[in-house]
């Protein structure tokens, strides 16, 4: 179930090999350290992180021995400015982690035509992304690898996992080696259980018992295997429903604009929308806690937009930077997000539509 969970997963993100793991987290982790060792970075090289995102994303950099450098954000779409790569490129930049937020693709082009200048190589974040695309071409398939994340809060889910997708063959049976402690045998034969390898009984000793590298326990069972699969089935129905129910809170909150800016993204962009973030003007007569404390007295959950760099653990690492960062800076304390699950109805969302505008209405 794992591997035909995986293949599919892959071959719908148009990449030849998919690896599935425990979690998002897992699958950036072992990707960065399966291209430290690959391409021989030495520790503390940077990566290029956006000051919006999850912080699985720079931790997972702190995890295989890097150092995330933070690249502010677009104020529209929320991901890493590529206008804003370069003055963080040194001479030990190695990589770049675009995050496609809220299921937002970045601006690839744009992206790619710096990291390609300084030789870096690329890991996409798109555990926010399910089949997003970017001018037709599928979020994952645009740098050496992509992480996902299963989890159960996401678009698609394992109810927990995460997959790393490639076209790269020797990153592959790294990957495989990592998520299980290191092990030599990580050939696609070994992933039907039905063949004996026959690799196996040409070493000293069992290769599936052999480790030749420092790895981890980050396997996920057939049972994550095969609600995958369902997932994957259910995919047009998952995907096309939050399409649908964001346009419809867009739609609904039209008049808001004055004090609320909505999503805004091309036409030549799919967004997966796996929530609906929502960011308070500047100038608006309140703040953000005054807001989501209201929504939710009425029943309506809602989230900070991703805070990253005012966290108090990377205020400890990293200092008092928050401000060298304006864009973050503002969606730190004005940016949130609300639900556009495939699980709401109408009336639920008429709801949050109405609690919003019943909000402002009392404030201006």
Request: glycine share 6%.
């Amino acid at each position: 179930m794992v591997n035909r969970f995986e293949r599919e997963f892959a071959k719908l993100h148009e990449q030849r090999y998919g690896v599935a793991c425990n979690s998002g987290t897992s699958a950036l982790h072992v990707a960065l350290e399966a291209m430290k060792e690959k391409f021989g970075w030495a520790d503390e090289s940077e990566v290029l992180v956006p000051t919006i995102t999850f912080i699985a994303t720079s931790n997972a950099c702190i995890h295989a021995g890097l150092k995330p450098v933070f690249v502010d954000v677009d104020p529209i779409s929320y991901n890493m400015a590529a206008s804003c790569m370069e003055k963080h490129i040194t001479e030990r930049t190695v990589a770049a982690i675009p995050v496609h937020t809220f299921g937002q693709p970045c601006d690839m082009d744009a992206i790619l035509e710096v990291t390609r200048k300084y030789g870096l190589r690329v890991l996409e974040d798109c555990a926010e992304a399910h089949f997003a695309t970017y001018k037709g071409k599928k979020i994952g398939s645009f740098g050496n690898m992509a992480a996902f994340s299963t989890y159960v809060a996401h678009t698609i889910t394992t109810g927990i996992g995460g997959v790393i997708t490639t076209n790269d063959l020797t990153l592959t049976e790294i990957f495989r080696s990592l998520i299980a402690h290191g092990r030599a045998c990580t050939c696609e034969t070994c992933l039907d259980p039905r063949q004996v390898c026959k690799l196996r009984m040409q070493t000293e000793m069992d290769k599936r018992f052999m480790m030749v590298r420092m790895g981890y326990s980050y396997r996920i069972g057939e049972l994550e295997g095969a609600l995958g699969l369902g997932q994957l089935e259910n995919r047009d129905h998952i995907m096309n429903t939050r399409k649908e129910n964001a346009h419809y809170l867009s739609e609904g909150l039209q008049g808001t604009e004055k004090y609320l800016q909505l999503p805004e993204y091309p036409d030549y962009v799919d967004h997966s929308f796996m929530m609906y973030p929502i960011v308070i003007k500047k100038d608006a007569p309140f703040m953000r806690d005054e807001f989501t404390h209201f929504l939710e007295k009425n029943n309506i959950e809602t989230r900070p937009m991703l805070p990253l760099l005012n966290q108090p653990v990377y205020r400890e690492l990293f200092g008092e930077i928050e401000s060298d960062y304006p864009v973050a800076e503002w969606l730190d304390h004005y940016g949130l997000y609300v639900g556009c699950h495939h699980g709401l109805n109408r009336e639920q969302l008429d709801k949050i539509v109405a609690k919003i505008k019943e909000f402002l209405q009392n404030k201006v």
